[in-house]
């Protein structure tokens, strides 16, 4: 069946940061609604923002494309360019190594949704646009070191 | 500027396919998000259909992952299992190769939306499941045949 039953998606809350930044991804919840339907060439993720919540720390990526409707809410999209307002049916898209670090934040006093989509790729390197960090991904696994590859601590 | 301005992207109708089968996909319209936002290794777009219009006719891909979700309207997804309701918020996933034809119709009588995804492959074949039609894509060209390679007709 290709419909997915969201009510039987995990909905995955928490943070895979390191212990120092976790704590800033309060309020953010997840749903892995492509792998949930088998997909394994791209990524599909339901995202819901709760008030004061971010989508995660402000980043790009250097291998993979990156694409999001609003679908629930008002959502500020946060760039090197500045703050954009996002409401219902408005799309954003992160081309790889594009440069240009991005989140979302919900500065509204009510939950907000999104569905966001990113290629998949045997290896990544995601760097973190505020603070001293970057992540490199292979087998599956994040490593998170500062941007000289030396410990977050 | 990550935010695509929706009413900068042209909007596509007709149909690619062979003369026989092209007024089959009246009511149906398109926008290239994922393109206007400059990415490559998915496709990305916003379809919209009138009351009574089809996503396209009823198909698989061997190659390419393919996700949408449902923004606005009431839509139905026909797949060889049967006829599921859509509505907003509604995901659906079709796993390369997985052989389940699908297409989206609309049976309600105002406008229906989804943003579709789908992997950008090389090349890639697709099987219709209620005709005796494929489509072979090389070269960003798409060559429509018989099932058995033969002239459609």
Same mark, same amino acid.
């Given at each position: /069946?290709?419909?997915?039953? @969201? ?5 995955? #809350? ?10 800033? /991804? ?12 088998? @997909? ?16 995660? @720390? ?22 090197? #360019? ?38 998949? #790729?045997? #290896? ?17 696994? /994040? ?11």
């Amino acid at each position: /069946m290709p419909k997915i039953d @969201l009510s039987q998606v995990p909905v995955r #809350t928490g943070s895979s940061y390191p212990a120092k930044y976790s704590d800033r /991804m309060a309020g953010r919840s997840g749903q892995g609604v492509g792998d949930a339907g088998g @997909l394994t060439q791209f990524g599909a993720n339901l995202v819901r923002l709760a008030p004061g919540a971010l989508s995660s @720390l402000r980043h790009w990526h250097e291998k993979q494309d990156e694409f999001l409707i609003v679908t629930e809410g008002a959502l500020t999209l946060i760039d090197d #360019t500045g703050e954009t307002p996002l409401v219902p049916g408005d799309c954003c898209a992160f081309p790889a190594n594009d440069g240009n670090g991005h989140h979302i934040v919900n500065r509204s006093d009510r939950d907000g949704v999104f569905l966001v989509v990113g290629t998949r #790729t045997e #290896t990544e390197t995601g760097w973190y646009s505020d603070i001293d960090m970057k992540v490199e991904v292979a087998g599956g696994k /994040m490593r998170f070191t500062r941007k000289d590859g030396s410990d977050v601590g």
